[in-house]
């Protein structure tokens, strides 16, 4: 039994040792050997290897994929009039050499990002102190882009290597500082305000004109449509007038009848008029008293 104990013990001791001598790198990973704390082989490619067993011989990974860094702070920078602007970033970057990149940087992907943020902070602010506000917003904003990752790239492949490769450099937001910021939003509210009453003082003065004219068309067109009519009406009336006379010359005995008839009509107009007159000393009702009346009422004015 103890010979049985002895050799499962032997047995599970082995595995544990030969566990520990194997690890596996994935395809999204370096591993990096360290021999008592010295750097003694990167794995670049994924599949399964070989070590010592530890204290001997250590590994650690370090990721090889495209990493995503975002500006962290709000700190507003200066432009070249002297306008506090904040900036929002971002740096696509990888580690392409694990050796340079932890002998230089540090031991993980954070230590690269911490330093690659001061980095690119201080060429965005170098940058930007010799840009104005209008080139920062319009297309020279990609030569501010293409001069920062110039400046970044300096750095990360110079005299000390940093082990990366700075992919790409992008921004996502340009704004003044919160308090200029409302500042600029008042102002461009008063002068809205100065446009719409400048559009609405023109508007009322075009209107006032406009309505004008058309009141002075008004009283043109209403006077030359009166004097119309009117010459309308007296060339009628004088016509009128001449077939009056001209029948009534023909007749003189059925005009006067017929203007006494005209009389009656416009005396008795309603069913409680009433005159009185005496027959006898007026012709009014002559054409009611037979034909001699009316022919002496008519022969009348002649004498």
Do not use: C, H
Request: glycine fraction near 6%; avoid cysteine.
């Amino acid at each position: 039994m103890n010979r049985i104990g002895f050799i499962a013990t032997s047995f599970l001791i082995a595995l544990m040792v030969l566990s520990s001598t194997l690890f596996v790198v994935d395809q999204r990973q370096f591993g990096v050997v360290y021999a008592l704390g010295q750097i003694k082989d990167v794995i670049t490619e994924p599949g399964l290897n070989f070590k010592l067993p530890p204290p001997f011989q250590n590994v650690s990974y370090i990721d090889k994929r495209l990493l995503t860094l975002a500006s962290l702070d709000t700190e507003p920078m200066l432009t070249a009039e002297k306008q506090r602007v904040v900036i929002d970033w971002y740096v696509r970057w990888r580690i392409t050499d694990p050796s340079a990149y932890i002998r230089n940087v540090g031991l993980d992907e954070n230590a690269g990002a911490s330093q690659l943020n001061r980095v690119v902070r201080n060429a965005f602010q170098e940058n930007v102190n010799k840009r104005t506000v209008r080139d920062l917003i319009s297309v020279r904003r990609e030569e501010l882009m293409a001069d920062v990752k110039r400046e970044v790239l300096e750095v990360v492949k110079g005299a000390k290597p940093w082990g990366i490769d700075v992919v790409d450099v992008r921004i996502t937001r340009v704004d003044y500082v919160e308090a200029i910021t409302e500042s600029v939003y008042r102002r461009m509210e008063a002068e809205r305000k100065r446009v719409a009453n400048e559009l609405r003082s023109t508007g009322f003065a075009e209107g006032e004109k406009i309505r004008a004219d058309a009141d002075r068309q008004r009283e043109v067109i209403v006077s030359n449509a009166y004097r119309d009519a009117q010459n309308i009406k007296g060339q009628g009336d004088a016509q009128a007038n001449s077939i009056f006379a001209e029948a009534f010359g023909r007749d003189a005995q059925f005009a006067q009848f017929y203007r006494s008839l005209e009389a009656y009509r416009q005396s008795f107009g309603k069913k409680g008029d009433v005159m009185v007159l005496d027959p006898k000393s007026s012709d009014f009702f002559g054409a009611m008293q037979g034909p001699s009346s009316v022919t002496g009422a008519a022969a009348a004015p002649r004498r």
